[in-house]
């Protein structure tokens, strides 16, 4: 299973943007997929998740304004990331494990997902 992501820039504060998560070599919809972000001198921290059936989990900072998706017959997961702040300037990671406890439950914790995307880069400032 290999995880690509995609979609980062830079953007002004209020911007938006949409990261993608794109899964090859397996089938996507019975994979629990997360979004992680750190930023410089920062420890990874969990953005949002989506279970197998679509039950969803966001950390309190980016909720109301990120929204995370699936697009089965696509093998992606979305991140609509809206309004913007220079806090969350970081390099997002998607993450994803078929663990069948992921099916009903959207995990937070990093140590639950077994694979990894390569990273993208979101700069927002003016």
């Known amino acids: 299973v290999q995880l690509q992501a995609s979609g980062g820039g830079l953007v002004q504060p209020g911007g938006s943007l949409r990261l993608s998560c794109a899964a090859s070599g397996t089938d996507f919809s019975t994979y629990g997929v997360a979004w992680f972000r750190q930023a410089p001198g920062k420890e990874r921290e969990f953005v949002a998740a989506i279970s197998w059936i679509n039950r969803i989990y966001y950390a309190d900072s980016v909720k109301g304004r990120f929204t995370i998706s699936r697009d089965n017959a696509k093998n992606t997961v979305y991140l609509q990331m809206n309004n913007l702040k220079p806090e969350d300037t970081a390099v997002y990671y998607c993450?994803?494990?078929?663990?069948?406890?992921?099916?009903?439950?959207?995990?937070?914790?990093?140590?639950?997902?077994?694979?990894w995307g390569q990273g993208t880069q979101v700069t927002v400032s003016s």
């Open positions: 993450a994803a494990d078929s663990d069948p406890a992921l099916a009903l439950v959207a995990i937070t914790t990093a140590s639950r997902y077994y694979y």
